[in-house]
């Protein structure tokens, strides 16, 4: 590739991307370098940034937030990430939108631009296969799905591929998306069945929380009964006021957020207090088999989003896309025909006619 | 447009705005509009936050950083820059490479990526355009430029749309850069020398100091006699330690910043306690007429580039590439045939298959 071409990687190619590797082995590989990334994390091969953004009501509720994180020597990655719950029903489109870049440390170039909606969801199931396999009993047979739009898809995906699940529970406060987990979770290939919100509580060995609930609202999950044992991958608190979990059930569990800081403030840690919370999982990651003990106790794992999951499914489809021949390679940035002359367009402009 | 397409606007594409609007209508547009940002910053129409972003020094020193901002119910803008001076000697890129990019507020969609590096020079001009119209004297005739690179030809450019040079003064440590300036600027029609720093600094009216002076090295202005008047537009310094004027001088002047947080950290500012600065850009504009006396005194723009600027001139450049039928509409985020799966390429890859 030329220095000044942008790799564009489109939903359209990572289909192309998926039709030709599978979703299982994208999957599969995005979770191994989530891992790798996340053992790495800490000894300066990988920075992030705390993500900023702007929150609002109108014209209706939404925010738009910024993910930096850098792989050393090589590319910063900035995930813009668009979370617009009314999108689905007033809009045709997706709640959450995203692009993720990647741009060269050598010298500020945009090496890719990738859909980032669909490497949102991936990299959120990757992350929460890395938690459970350190968190979770091995012997998990029951999935529990509590919300079951877009996210619980890559979920399930991503935990069936360490877990030979038997059953899947599954509740959604709409019963259409609940009604149609099973069509769009064919992987699974276990019998799924829609209960009440208690009911996948009490007998899930692993759930998942990842629901819509409004920013104020009562969480999702109060008090009950569960397994001893239960691994909980809470997926949808990501934001200030937004939780799924009462204080109640988390005061029992081992915590495990995914990037502490960023959990106080908008995962289900901002119910607890700093000491409360148990280590990164980047820590767990480092030295799982110390963390065996908690695979028999009730664990959480708080999914805020790590920007450096951002960075590893952006890489990850990049070097699919390049490996395969997929994406679009286009020229957009200024090329300094002199680098001194900002004006310098004549040679830019000679060359756009030539095609 | 589609409400899913991104609209791409190139270099080339903003050499074909330029040759069918002119540089000229460009900069009085973005000076204009600019102006007018500044006037409603405060008043909840335009949001930013402060930039962050990764500096290193490794393979060679640089840094990329993210400035964020938003028109309220409209449009997030982003701009990801990157700062690598090694670039146009041992690249052939541009010190500074960016991209822009504005997300729609309604759905999170990425309405448009357009080249960040002119843009960059652009907004920067137009900004030293808005403080010297109101702290600089408008009988001004001398232009002064130390650093005589990229960033000095917009400075020089925006500034001849709003005064009446006679004579242009340069100077810059590389020679060749002062020699080529008068080539690069031939809308400035009128004679320049290339003269010492001291006689720069002695005899302008309006200062541009746009150097790439290294971190930690002394200011580029050490002491020295000037113009009572002197108003001075510090565009170099912002990174952290890079400074191009002396505590010294600086303490003598009437210092405004472009966004003063930003600029205690790095700009000429960082050398002052927060008593010593003077109003920010915004409030100049807000009531110029209160700051007509310091027309008469020594003035310094402190510009560290405020993400505001960015979000108008990404605006700016969109709003004509539309109107012009410019630039390329490509679809690169996920549509949502069914916004509850990501893995529903289904729809997508027949439609790409059907072109």
Known sequence: MLKRETLIVSEADIAAIIASLGIDQLMDDTIAALQSAFFEFGNGAIEIRQRTGFVYDDPEPGLVEFMPSMRTRQSVAMKVVGYHPGNPVNRQLPTIL???????????????????????ALRTGAASAVASRILATPESRVLGIIGSGAQAVTQAHALSRC????????????????????????????????????????RSDILVLATSNSVGAPPVLVQGVHQPHLHINAVGSDIPGKTELSPTILRTAFVAPDYRVQALVEGECQQLSPDMIGPELHELVKV????????????VFDSTGN?????????????????????????????????LDPYRFDDVAAKARAG
Chains 1, 2 share one sequence.
């Open 288 to 299: 799982p088999e110390r963390f065996r003990d908690e695979q028999r106790r009730f664990t």
């Open 163 to 202: 877990f030979a699940f038997t059953h899947v529970l599954v509740h959604d406060i709409n019963r259409d998306h609940a009604e149609s987990f099973a069509a769009r979770t064919p992987f699974l290939r276990v019998p799924d069945g829609i209960v009440p919100k208690a009911e996948v509580f009490a």
């Open 307 to 339: 920007p450096l999951e951002d960075l590893v499914v952006t890489e990850t489809l990049v070097k699919h896309a390049e490996r395969l021949g997929i994406g679009r390679r286009i020229v957009i940035e200024a090329g300094a025909y002199d680098p």
């Open 98 to 120: 995203a692009t993720n870049s990647l741009y060269d440390t050598t010298n500020g170039h945009l090496r890719a631009l990738v859909d980032g909606t669909f490497a949102t």
